[in-house]
């Protein structure tokens, strides 16, 4: 099969253990990002099978409709950037494996990395070493403070054992079926989303984006929280409330929010306020982006392209589409 790579930024694919799945197929991988809907077209005219590495790019309608050829999408999480009715509208087979059975430890690394650098200014202290001076500050101690997570999957319940680890006290919050197994399982929760929010000095936030949970975390949330708390997202940015964090930061509730996600991504505003405040410390999502990671993820991803081009596809998310 054509198989065609988009946005694999830093050429990691092919050097993985995993690549060598894809041999005997044709594949062309790109390097940059591209939106333009035209240049789309002319990168992916001849491909029959698309890998995409997470949402780095939107896969609409209006483009699906001009790439005849296109047979496949593999892709490996959940799927808002790709246009599924267009898929199934062009006999185009998406494939994903929601990976339900294990939790993404670079992603739980990457929200404990983000809260040690938030309680201990270590930005701050970075910057000021370099630039001639010493002490910057004065950090945070995480022993015996309060740890929220704020939606009980997989990787909260990975960072909840690290918060436990750091003699954290953890106090949970979640849909109700997911407060009931967390309980179930020894965990602490909340009396209220109120209680929550007022009683913790790390919210840390792991739940999907889906139409149920998008800005979930309103402003109101926010001016709950200890003007010593960080507030903590490398899950979705629309979880929040549109606006709402940047006003909560600079009105000092919290007192510190640590991000892997935005609004906008790839994030090239160097005004964007959210890199610009003094209170927040920021990464471009890179919290699933190890080499181990990525072996892992793609391993899924080719699996999938083999299992089509042998006729019995896996993971397939619009099994209408076998019929176009």
Same mark, same amino acid.
């Given at each position: 099969?054509?198989?065609?790579?988009?946005?694999?930024?830093? !050429?990691?694919?092919?050097?993985?253990?995993?690549?060598?799945?894809?041999?005997?197929?044709?594949?062309?991988?790109?390097? !940059?990002?591209?939106?333009?809907?035209?240049?789309?077209?002319?990168?992916?005219?001849?491909?029959?099978?698309?890998?995409?590495?997470?949402?780095?790019?939107?896969?609409?309608?209006?483009?699906?409709?001009?790439?005849?050829?296109?047979?496949?999408?593999?892709?490996? $999480?959940?799927?808002?950037?790709?246009?599924?009715?267009?898929?199934?509208?062009?006999?185009?087979?998406?494939?994903?494996?929601?990976?339900?059975?294990?939790? $993404?430890?670079?992603?739980?690394?990457?929200?404990?990395?983000?809260?040690?650098?938030? /309680?201990?200014?270590?930005?701050?202290?970075?910057?000021?070493?370099?630039? *001639?001076?010493?002490?910057?500050? #004065?950090?945070?101690?995480?022993?015996?403070?309060?740890? *929220?997570?704020?939606?009980? *999957?997989?990787?909260?319940?990975?960072?909840? *054992?690290?918060?436990?680890?750091?003699?954290?006290?953890?106090?949970?919050?979640?849909?109700? /079926?997911?407060?009931?197994?967390?309980? $179930?399982?020894?965990?602490?929760?909340?009396?209220?989303?109120?209680?929550?929010?007022?009683?913790?000095?790390?919210?840390?936030?792991?739940?999907?984006?889906?139409?149920?949970?998008?800005?979930?975390?309103?402003?109101?949330?926010?001016?709950?929280?200890?003007?010593?708390?960080?507030?903590?997202?490398?899950?979705?940015?629309?979880?929040?409330?549109?606006?709402?964090? #940047? /006003?909560?930061?600079?009105?000092?509730?919290?007192?510190?929010?640590?991000?892997?996600?935005?609004?906008?991504?790839?994030?090239? !505003?160097?005004?964007?306020?959210?890199?610009?405040?003094?209170?927040?410390?920021?990464?471009?999502?890179?919290?699933?982006?190890?080499?181990?990671?990525?072996?892992?993820?793609?391993?899924?991803?080719?699996?999938?392209?083999?299992?089509?081009?042998?006729?019995?596809?896996?993971?397939?998310?619009?099994?209408?589409?076998?019929?176009?």
């Amino acid at each position: 099969m054509k198989v065609t790579i988009l946005d694999d930024w830093h !050429d990691t694919l092919r050097h993985l253990p995993c690549f060598a799945k894809l041999g005997g197929h044709d594949v062309k991988i790109w390097n !940059d990002h591209v939106e333009d809907e035209d240049k789309l077209v002319r990168r992916l005219s001849e491909t029959e099978a698309l890998v995409l590495i997470r949402e780095r790019s939107r896969i609409q309608g209006s483009l699906l409709d001009r790439l005849p050829k296109l047979r496949l999408i593999s892709q490996r $999480s959940v799927y808002p950037h790709v246009d599924v009715p267009g898929c199934t509208r062009n006999g185009v087979l998406l494939c994903s494996n929601m990976h339900s059975d294990t939790p $993404s430890y670079a992603a739980a690394e990457l929200t404990w990395a983000l809260v040690l650098a938030a /309680a201990r200014q270590l930005p701050a202290q970075v910057a000021s070493l370099k630039a *001639g001076g010493w002490i910057s500050g #004065v950090g945070h101690t995480l022993r015996g403070k309060v740890l *929220g997570i704020y939606g009980w *999957g997989r990787i909260g319940e990975v960072v909840a *054992g690290y918060g436990r680890a750091f003699g954290m006290e953890v106090l949970v919050w979640a849909r109700d /079926a997911s407060r009931d197994r967390a309980k $179930s399982q020894g965990w602490a929760v909340a009396q209220s989303k109120e209680a929550f929010f007022a009683s913790c000095d790390v919210v840390s936030l792991h739940m999907r984006l889906v139409p149920a949970t998008r800005g979930i975390v309103t402003g109101a949330d926010l001016a709950l929280m200890k003007p010593s708390a960080i507030l903590v997202n490398t899950s979705r940015a629309p979880l929040i409330e549109p606006g709402a964090l #940047v /006003a909560a930061l600079k009105a000092g509730r919290p007192g510190m929010a640590a991000l892997d996600v935005f609004e906008t991504e790839p994030l090239r !505003d160097i005004a964007d306020p959210l890199i610009n405040l003094p209170n927040v410390v920021a990464t471009p999502h890179i919290g699933y982006v190890t080499q181990e990671e990525f072996d892992l993820q793609f391993s899924d991803v080719f699996d999938q392209i083999n299992a089509f081009a042998a006729g019995s596809p896996i993971n397939v998310i619009n099994p209408e589409a076998l019929n176009r």
